[in-house]
């Protein structure tokens, strides 16, 4: 007598594929596959051949040709005889000109309304949650079309700044609101030490950058030194002058001169010029973004418990360092993933900039260029990927940091 | 002791004190204020201030608003009848311009004979609506949700009613043989065929038979184009048809991208992530621009329906996402009670695991569903008129040239109201479904 543990020896039936939890994935994956490869062969195949109809191929090479349009807002050299490459490379850099600057205002005003809506003060806090509400439910769509009107219809135009008793006049001597933009000092070089412009600002912003290192190697040494011996050294003024003096240094050398606005002829000239569009986009993104912000940061201040604060005055720490060293550190893991998706939600609207006329890239490449060349595959295609590949940037970025901060449980 | 206590005491009371008011500091509105308003001096700082910024906006706006001219023909003429009244400096609002165009905001160029189909389609989908929202309506109502759609349809595009009838009547097809094919040929043939059968009849049977039965009993409504409907309408179907197409999507989808099984996992998470990466806008452009070029030559489908199928995709992989997070937030140990109960995998996750996951993500999904519904705003740019769009064809026209804040103020309060109330029904149905802590 052998006893059988084995089961019975069976070839492989067909119908195995279908009830053997074993083959039947495999089968579900094989057949998935086949259905979307031909569902894409369609699509490809569709295409070709509209494309031939429509007597078109498939080709990058208007890159490369020039783009015979103007762009009023640039950050780079550029003229009607450039390429559409550099066009497309002006408006990526408008984008993210305008990401920038929504990002870090966003995230200033979502923070003092996040903190403020948890104010005890109760008309604070009511005023707060009509700031948030009224935001988030109304489509920023209609915030940018309403700030840009209030751009254009609500302020004075330059003329109104002329004359011996002038009907506006301009704030500090400085800055200048009109309806045609806003025009803000300038600072120039006297004697700059390279030709080019912008690398002078590198060189400040390089000096900047090593200063601060330079204070967070400080910091880091006085905590050192803290640890060793229970006494913090004082290294306020210290910091100040790192973050001040080279850089101040830098710029009295190259003779650094404040080029202030001034009215010339019909116009304001001198200073920098921002064009209603931008200043218009660049608030309606950072009011409604930050109205988001506000109660990412609520949330995640309400998200640390109160046992937390408790238990670090009764360590007898003070509320300052409390804030600092156990709030916040608790707070931030919370409040960082869904805040840089928010940031990815602002770069990603403000493709919005069609409905004030700013020269995004969806405007540049995305619009005029394909307009005038009628590549709108190859130009849709280039402005997805783009965006993709930004967004795609930022949550790897978010993903690194998130692996970094997260609770290490062992 | 106690008897000498009795005369140590020359006199006990024998009858209560009455009852005092509390002292002023300590009551009503003086101690509110004080502890809510005057605490500390940062508080009287913050209230001051506040004060100020709320006295700027309201002696700005409440004027404005408050003495707002409502009968007038156009902005000139408002004008003269501000002059008249308040004044040449008076900044007061022309409301006119609602009171006269209002019917344009709220349905575009629909016939305004017809006006009384979307009026009726709106309290139809309210009564729709109601028994999927709360559960106090009465189930059997779900029936009537379930066949509102095709009415609805029909009644805003107008047409046979036999169409959307001979539509509808695939999905009960479908049900019918799923219901009968499953216990004879197994479960995963009767999904087959049961998906199977109803888009042979569709493509075979349907127009036929609508068109034979309308032979036999007209049911018509005078056709009204796509083209005509804007305004809060074109919102209102834009947002809700996606709405409900995208949630069933996006938890497809999330599924998915929680499967093992690789292929399906990884087409979910690249489709995902690159309708997630690239903006609306873009996607409306492609819809508008491209989807030709995608599909066989000649086809040629209506822009509302480009866009609500884009607007569906799009927001499908927001709510996936939304989904896979309230999966993922589950505990292992559910997924491994509905293994050891012996339920296949799709009897677990309708039992066991979506229930819980769909509770945990409804503020997500509701938030998505508001994104959706303002997101509708951008099909101005590929020319479809939503309310912003026709305020600017309002601007466009002689009469109310110029005239900007009475429309923001209007088209705001709309849109306002709508998603102001989804967001409360989110949390009055997350404050409902709250299993613990109550």
């Not at chain 1, 579900?28 to 007597?55: C, D, K, P, R, Y």
């Not at chain 1, 915030?143 to 301009?170: K, N, Q, Y």
């Not at chain 2, 009475?406 to 109330?421: D, M, T």
């Amino acid at each position: 007598m052998t006893t059988m543990t084995d089961p019975p020896g069976q070839g492989f039936r067909l119908s195995q594929l279908i009830y053997d939890t074993r083959y039947r994935s495999l089968t579900i994956q094989v057949v998935a596959m086949i259905v979307l490869m031909l569902l894409f062969s369609w699509l490809v195949s569709n295409t070709i051949h509209n494309l031939e109809t429509l007597g078109k191929d498939f080709d990058f090479g208007f890159l490369t040709q020039p783009s015979g349009y103007d762009i009023n807002q640039r950050l780079i050299e550029y003229d009607s005889q450039s390429t559409h490459g550099r066009a497309a490379v002006v408006g990526i850099l408008n984008t993210l000109l305008v990401a920038l600057l929504g990002c870090a205002l966003a995230t200033v005003l979502g923070v003092i309304a996040g903190v403020l809506r948890l104010s005890n003060n109760w008309l604070v806090s009511r005023l707060m949650a009509v700031y948030v509400e009224g935001f988030r439910n109304v489509p920023l769509l209609l915030w940018i079309v309403l700030i840009f009107a209030l751009m254009t219809e609500g302020t004075p135009a330059p003329s109104a700044f002329r004359g011996d008793t002038p009907s506006s006049s301009m704030l500090f001597d400085a800055v200048a609101i009109t309806n045609r933009g806003v025009y803000i000092p300038a600072v120039h070089f006297a004697s700059p030490f390279f030709a080019n412009g912008a690398l002078n600002w590198l060189l400040v912003l390089v000096v900047l950058g090593v200063s601060i290192f330079a204070i967070q190697r400080l910091r880091h040494w006085a905590t050192e030194k803290q640890e060793a011996t229970g006494d913090r050294p004082t290294t306020w003024y210290l910091i100040l002058g790192l973050l001040i003096l080279p850089t101040g240094l830098l710029m009295l050398l190259m003779g650094a001169f404040l080029d202030l606005p001034s009215l010339q002829g019909f116009n304001f000239g001198g200073g920098i010029h921002l064009r209603n569009s931008l200043i218009a986009l660049w608030l309606a993104l950072s009011l409604y973004t930050g109205a988001f912000i506000a109660e990412i940061v609520r949330g995640g201040i309400l998200a640390v418990s109160k046992g937390q604060t408790e238990a670090a005055y009764a360590l007898g720490i003070r509320p300052g360092t409390t804030m600092n060293l156990v709030i916040l550190p608790q707070a931030l893991r919370v409040i960082i993933p869904p805040l840089i998706s928010q940031y990815l939600n602002l770069t990603k609207n403000s493709s919005l900039a069609i409905a004030v006329g700013y020269m995004d890239v969806r405007s540049t490449l995305g619009g005029i260029t394909i307009n005038q060349t009628g590549r709108e595959l190859e130009g849709m295609l280039l402005l997805g990927l783009f965006y993709l590949v930004l967004s795609l940037l930022i949550s790897g970025v978010m993903n690194v940091y998130n692996a970094s901060v997260k609770l290490k449980e062992r | 002791m106690s008897d000498t206590h009795a005369q140590t005491v020359p006199f006990v009371r024998d009858t209560m004190v009455e009852e005092q008011e509390p002292p002023l500091s300590q009551s009503g509105a003086y101690k509110w204020t004080r502890e809510n308003l005057f605490s500390t001096p940062l508080n009287i700082i913050l209230t001051v201030v506040s004060l100020f910024v709320i006295w700027l906006v309201l002696s700005h706006t409440l004027p404005w608003a408050v003495l707002g001219i409502w009968d007038a023909d156009s902005l000139a003429q408002c004008r003269e009848i501000r002059d008249e009244i308040y004044g040449p400096d008076a900044s007061v609002a022309c409301w006119a311009v609602i009171a006269e165009r209002w019917n344009q905001l709220l349905f575009g160029f629909y016939p305004p004979e017809l006006y009384w189909r979307p009026v009726l389609a709106f309290v139809l989908f309210l009564a729709a609506i109601a028994p999927v929202l709360f559960a106090s309506v009465p189930r059997k109502a779900l029936w009537f949700s379930a066949a509102a759609p095709f009415v609805l349809y029909w009644l805003l595009w107008g047409g046979s009613l036999w169409g959307p009838i001979a539509v509808g009547a695939g999905f009960a097809l479908g049900a019918v043989v799923m219901r009968f094919a499953t216990p004879a040929l197994g479960a995963l043939a009767g999904v087959l065929l049961a998906i199977l059968v109803p888009l042979l009849y569709w493509f075979t049977l349907c127009a036929p038979l609508a068109g034979a039965l309308n032979a036999v009993i007209p049911l018509e409504l005078v056709d009204v184009r796509s083209n005509d409907m804007g305004g809060f309408m074109l919102a209102m179907i834009i947002g809700i048809s996606g709405i409900a197409l995208s949630l069933p999507l996006g938890i497809v989808l999330a599924l998915g991208r929680q499967s093992d099984l690789f292929i399906i996992n990884k087409c979910s998470v690249i489709f995902i992530e690159v309708i997630r990466g690239v903006p609306l806008i873009v996607w409306l452009f492609t819809a508008s621009l491209l989807l030709n070029y995608f599909l066989p030559p000649g086809t040629n489908f209506d822009l509302m329906l480009r866009v609500i199928i884009m607007v569906t995709l799009f927001s499908s992989a927001y709510i996936a996402e939304v989904v896979r997070g309230g999966l993922a937030a589950l505990p292992k140990g559910q997924y491994e009670a509905a293994d050891a109960l012996g339920l296949d995998y799709w009897k677990s996750m309708r039992l066991i695991i979506l229930p819980q996951a769909l509770k945990i993500s409804i503020p997500g999904i509701v938030n998505t569903f508001i994104g959706l519904f303002k997101d509708t705003t951008l099909v101005v740019f590929i020319g479809l008129l939503d309310p912003i769009g026709l305020s600017n064809a309002i601007r466009a026209s002689t009469d109310w040239n110029g005239i900007y804040w009475e429309l923001f103020v209007f088209i705001g309060l709309c849109f306002f109201i709508f998603c102001f109330s989804m967001g409360r029904y989110s949390l009055f149905l997350e404050k409902k479904l709250r299993r613990e802590h109550r």
